[in-house]
């Protein structure tokens, strides 16, 4: 049995490789696309510092990386949201979600590479999964009486892109006005006495225009 432990551990080293290569190509290529969503996927394998082979090895080309990116955000947007339905009070659960959505940045990816992939059954169905659960989280908000009457589903989504707007060279500062905008918003959704707010509510799929080139990729 012995050989066989041997012959075993290196193949685990190998993984832990490759799951740290794997790492720092997507941690690269996220700055270069948030910084420019045009760059070549050569400026990430230059950002990684991983030859374009070792890339290439990953991902077969700019889209599919593209791809797994927002995936992982969006994975990344749906555990945030689970975790938050586990809290008790509906106001906690949903204002710890957008804590949490915007400190983690997954909305850059969104405002910056929206429409510059082809969506996979699996992305829609995790959007889909994704809305509903924020749905929840308003639905458990209103219940409780916090979170004002006029406030729907689509303007959490809105509230979020907003803050992954911010963005300045230095990212402490950045982190700083996020949470500073975002505590003004939560603030104004908690006035349930307040004025109602001017003009309807964004209609559903109103915002789903920015991912029509995904939509038209799959249909192609």
């Not at 290569?21 to 760059?39: H, Q, T, Y």
């Not at 969506?119 to 829609?124: A, K, L, N, R």
């Not at 104004?188 to 920015?210: F, K, S, T």
Request: contains cysteine.
């Amino acid at each position: 049995m012995a050989p066989m432990t041997g012959a075993a551990s290196p193949l685990r080293g190998r993984q832990r490789e490759a799951a740290r290569n794997d790492g720092v190509i997507l941690a690269a290529a996220r700055d270069v696309f948030l910084e420019d969503p045009k760059a070549p996927i050569s400026a990430v394998a230059e950002r990684a510092g991983v030859g374009i082979s070792a890339l290439y090895r990953r991902y077969a080309g700019k889209e599919e990386l593209l791809r797994t990116l927002c995936h992982d955000g969006l994975k990344a947007f749906i555990q945030a949201a689970q975790d938050a339905d586990e809290m008790n009070e509906g106001w906690d659960a949903l204002t710890t979600f957008l804590r949490e959505v915007v400190d983690a940045d997954v909305h850059s990816l969104t405002v910056h590479l929206a429409g510059t992939f082809t969506s996979t059954p699996e992305m829609v169905q995790d959007a889909v999964r994704s809305n509903e659960l924020v749905a929840r989280l308003v639905d458990r908000a209103h219940a409780g009486g916090r979170l004002r009457p006029d406030v729907v589903v689509t303007d959490i989504g809105i509230v979020l892109e907003a803050c992954a707007a911010i963005r300045l060279p230095d990212k402490e500062r950045t982190v700083e006005l996020r949470r500073r905008y975002l505590a003004l918003t939560i603030d104004g959704m908690d006035r349930d006495d307040a004025d109602a707010l001017p003009g309807p509510p964004p209609a559903p799929g109103e915002m789903n225009w920015r991912w029509a080139r995904s939509r038209q990729g799959q249909s192609s």
